[in-house]
């Protein structure tokens, strides 16, 4: 084995964090929740950092709040329209539905600062850890590093939090996936 693609990714990923908020070196570790380490206000920025070190995490989300506010404004469009102008309902109703896609798109791309409250560095440092590096390096996942990207891809797929996923998790009872 050359070098353990893991460590090398977790030593990137901690450097980022260190560098770009200030934190103690020894406050990122694998158990630490990065909900809990990146302020709100700082994720876009620190996302935007972990993307030229080439580490993807995957996308930041909206909170409710921003959901419903982007709700409100394609309801309010679509039934505004439809009672000013009764002949083109269908009308307003398309334009409803792309102005609140264009919405959530301009608030996916500037406001969302969710994460995923369970998701820790180590999951992160996996999840950015692709199967190639691995390969090249000579390196074998561990049992338990496989199920936590099995778990990171099916709860992505079943819209639950990861942590709700466990190797007891029955995809069709636990998760009403067919």
Not at 72 to 86: D, Q, S
Not at 138 to 152: A, D, P, Q
Request: hydrophobic share 45%; proline share 4%.
């Amino acid at each position: 084995m050359n070098y353990n693609p893991i460590i090398r990714n977790f030593c990137r990923l901690r450097r980022v964090l260190v560098e770009t908020l200030g934190l103690p070196r020894a406050a990122v570790r694998p158990s630490a929740k990065l909900a809990n380490l990146i302020p709100p206000s700082e994720r876009r920025r620190v996302w935007e950092a972990l993307r030229r070190e080439n580490l993807d995490i995957g996308e930041l989300s909206l909170s409710i709040g921003q959901l419903g506010s982007c709700l409100a404004v394609m309801l309010a469009w679509m039934l505004g329209g439809c009672l000013v102008w009764r002949g083109g309902w269908f009308v307003f109703l398309l334009s409803g539905l792309l102005l609140g896609l264009l919405v959530a798109e301009i608030l996916l791309r500037r406001f969302s600062r969710e994460i995923y409250p369970s998701l820790t560095v180590g999951d992160a440092v996996l999840a950015t850890t692709k199967c190639d590096e691995c390969r090249e390096a000579g390196y074998r996942l561990t049992r338990n590093e496989i199920f936590l990207k099995v778990r990171r891809v099916v709860a992505h797929a079943a819209g639950v939090d990861p942590s709700e996923i466990t190797p007891a998790t029955s995809f069709t009872e636990d998760l009403g996936l067919e």
